[in-house]
């Protein structure tokens, strides 16, 4: 069975190399012709090609395709990122930048992948569990010194 599907906008164009799923498992789509200001919050796999701005939430796949324009804060399983995006990406799996991206900003997550032709213009912190960068901030446990048994 085939999950249902929302397409917002117009007909939208798949390169073959934006990601290897088929449309029909995209649950929802935000068309190229779209433009969306919000939150957004999701189950399942997304794809935009249009214009957002806003949040992105979801603990699964968020695809943003090579025409898409993307001003915002994501908080994503994994992401595949063809298109332009600036803002926060924070994954709690993967973050895949597939040329032509153009990324601004930070970027969080356990695993990164950068094809050659990507524009990647911020910062990258690489952690395997979500709020680890505070508990690596923490100083480690130093034992207690042992005690001189020479007597002196």
Do not use: W, Y
Not at 72 to 93: C, F, P, Q, W, Y
């Amino acid at each position: 069975m085939v999950p249902p599907m929302a397409m917002l906008g117009g007909k939208r164009d798949e390169p073959a190399n934006v990601t290897r799923l088929k449309a029909q498992e995209f649950h929802t789509v935000l068309a190229r012709e779209a433009r969306f200001s919000g939150k957004l919050t999701f189950e399942g796999v997304v794809r935009i090609d249009g214009k957002f701005d806003g949040e992105v939430f979801t603990d699964d796949l968020l695809v943003i395709g090579s025409g898409a324009e993307v001003k915002a804060n994501l908080n994503v399983g994994s992401a595949e990122i063809s298109g332009t995006v600036e803002g926060e990406i924070r994954a709690s799996t993967s973050v895949e930048l597939k040329a032509p991206a153009r990324v601004k900003g930070t970027i969080i997550t356990p695993a990164l992948v950068v094809e050659r032709g990507v524009t990647f213009d911020g910062h990258c912190q690489m952690s395997t569990v979500a709020g680890s960068e505070k508990a690596s901030a923490r100083p480690a446990s130093v034992p207690p010194p042992v005690p001189d048994k020479s007597g002196t």
